[in-house]
C-alpha cells in the first residue's frame, strides 16, 4: 500500500506571498491532520479534516487554513506568509478515530525569505 | 489542553547498550501513546504504540511502558544498534488531537 504523499518536498517563497500545500492519504483513510514542524517549538498541531469537515484545530492564526476532497486528498493553505512561518510541514492520515494510528507523509519544508 | 514531556533531549549510548525514554501527560483522559522515530529528511514513523488499557507492549527490540496513575510512559530500545540513531517523538492522545513531546535525539556509538 502507497503511503501518505505531499507536494511538493520543497519550497521557497516571499514574505507576504501564499502558499498552497498538497497531501494524498494512505488509500482508505479518511482522517487528515497537519503538523508544523520547528527546531524551536517542535511538532505542533494545524487542524484535522475528517470527511470534507474540519473537525478539530490547533492554536494557529486564521492565515492558515485548509480543506479535504471528497477523496480524501487534503490542501492547507497559508496567506501573508511570514518568516516564521518557515518550517517543515507534515500531514498524517488514519482510518478515521483519533485512537486510530496516524501515518506521517514525508513532508513539505517551507522556507519564507 | 494536554502537555507532554519528555526526557532526555539527547542521548548517547554504545551500540548494544539499552535506551531508554520517559515522557509525562498531563491530562488523564488521554488513551493512546503513540512513539514515533524520524530520521533526517524524512516524516515521523510510527514504531510502536500503547493503549490506556494496556501497561506494557513489546516489539523484538522495543517496548513501551504506561502508568496511568503516575502519567507516564516510557520507551526502551534493548541491543541499539547504529540504524537506532535517530530523533525520537513520544506523543498523547487527548482532546481529539496528537500532543508531542520535546523530541530525544538518539546516538548510537557503533
Known amino acids: 500500500k502507497a503511503g501518505v504523499t505531499q507536494t511538493p518536498r520543497y519550497l521557497i517563497k516571499t514574505r507576504g506571498q501564499q502558499v498552497t500545500l498538497s497531501c494524498s492519504p494512505i488509500s482508505g483513510h479518511r482522517s487528515v491532520s497537519w503538523y508544523q514542524q520547528t527546531p524551536g517549538q517542535g511538532l505542533q498541531f494545524l487542524f484535522e479534516y475528517f470527511s470534507e469537515t474540519q473537525r478539530n484545530k490547533g492554536n494557529f492564526p486564521g492565515r492558515f487554513s485548509g480543506r479535504q476532497f471528497s477523496n480524501s486528498r487534503s490542501e492547507m493553505n497559508v496567506s501573508t506568509l511570514e518568516l516564521g512561518d518557515s518550517a517543515l510541514y507534515l500531514c498524517?492520515?488514519?482510518?478515521?478515530?483519533?485512537?486510530?494510528?496516524?501515518?506521517f507523509g514525508p513532508g513539505t519544508r517551507l522556507t519564507v525569505t | 489542553g494536554e502537555n507532554v514531556e519528555q526526557h532526555p533531549s539527547t542521548l548517547s549510548v554504545q551500540e548494544g547498550d539499552s535506551a531508554v525514554i520517559k515522557c509525562t501527560y498531563s491530562d488523564s483522559a488521554s488513551n493512546y501513546f503513540p512513539w514515533y522515530k524520524q530520521e533526517l529528511g524524512k516524516g515521523p514513523q510510527l514504531i510502536i504504540d500503547?493503549?490506556?488499557?494496556?501497561g506494557e507492549k513489546k516489539d523484538q527490540r522495543i517496548a513501551v511502558t504506561l502508568n496511568k496513575t503516575a502519567k507516564h510512559f516510557s520507551l526502551h530500545i534493548t541491543e541499539t544498534q547504529p540504524e537506532d540513531s535517530a530523533v525520537y517523538f513520544c506523543a498523547a492522545v487527548g482532546g481529539n488531537k496528537l500532543t508531542f513531546g520535546g523530541g530525544t535525539r538518539v546516538l548510537v556509538k557503533p
Open positions: 498524517a492520515s488514519s482510518l478515521g478515530d483519533w485512537t486510530y494510528e496516524q501515518y
Open positions: 500503547i493503549r490506556s488499557n494496556v
